[in-house]
């Protein structure tokens, strides 16, 4: 399925290739394309994200910020970059104490945020309150048991291995027991998704989380269109 993909409106012109780089391990290759001010990433043929509909990753932040508001110092885990449109919800979110880790394992990704697609979120990656790791999140996450507030997961299509096999292993049920013990007493994990997925529900309840699935519309496109939130929160 194509993740997100903007409301095709009007005629547009072609689209430009701005630069590509591969996913480490057995990924596909990831392509940065513009037409005019509309930018598109893109993993073989599948639109990974599009600068026009960002309203379900605002809405991932908003609503994981939203449950761990009043903790002094929080400390947050970002899954995947994208196009900033994450990381800057979450910063708006959150106070001047926090601190937010941003993991993305491909560094052209990085890169992209730096320069072209910086300033369509705001240029987060500036914030003082930011760090980011070029690193693949589950090595995050396997070494900082206890160590967040909140983990937000928005590395491929949902609970399946969209841009590469590797990231199936996050959404099972291992991957999801070590996000639970990265996560401090009463943290949550937020997890993105292009749609619903019953059985990964119930993988989250046997990893020991309380599990809140929230639909949010997608911003810019057709009225009824929705993505999935799923909000896991372990126990004080």
Request: with cysteine; charged share 25%; glycine share 12%.
């Amino acid at each position: 399925m194509s993740r997100r993909g903007a409301d095709p409106g009007e005629p547009a012109g072609p689209w430009t290739l701005v630069d590509s780089a591969r996913v480490p391990g057995n990924g596909g290759e990831l392509r940065l394309y513009q037409r005019d001010g509309e930018f598109s990433i893109r993993v073989d043929e599948d639109e990974l994200m599009n600068n026009l509909v960002h309203g379900s990753e605002d809405a991932l932040a908003r609503l994981a910020c939203g449950r761990i508001r009043g903790r002094s110092a929080p400390r947050v885990l970002i899954g995947g970059l994208g196009m900033g449109y994450t990381l800057a919800a979450a910063l708006q979110s959150l106070g001047p104490d926090a601190r937010v880790v941003v993991a993305e394992l491909v560094p052209a990704v990085v890169a992209w945020n730096r320069g072209a697609l910086g300033a369509l979120a705001g240029q987060p990656l500036t914030d003082k309150r930011v760090t980011v790791r070029e690193a693949d999140v589950r090595k995050v996450m396997q070494a900082d048991r206890r160590g967040f507030d909140a983990i937000l997961l928005d590395v491929d299509n949902g609970p399946e291995g969209l841009t590469r096999r590797e990231n199936s292993w996050l959404y099972s049920l291992e991957g999801l027991s070590v996000a639970f013990a990265a996560l401090k007493p009463g943290g949550v994990l937020a997890v993105w998704s292009a749609g619903p997925d019953p059985a990964f529900t119930q993988r989250l309840h046997k990893a020991g989380f309380l599990v809140e699935e929230v639909l949010v519309k997608l911003h810019g496109v057709a009225e009824g269109e929705r993505h999935t939130i799923w909000l896991g929160s372990r126990e004080e």
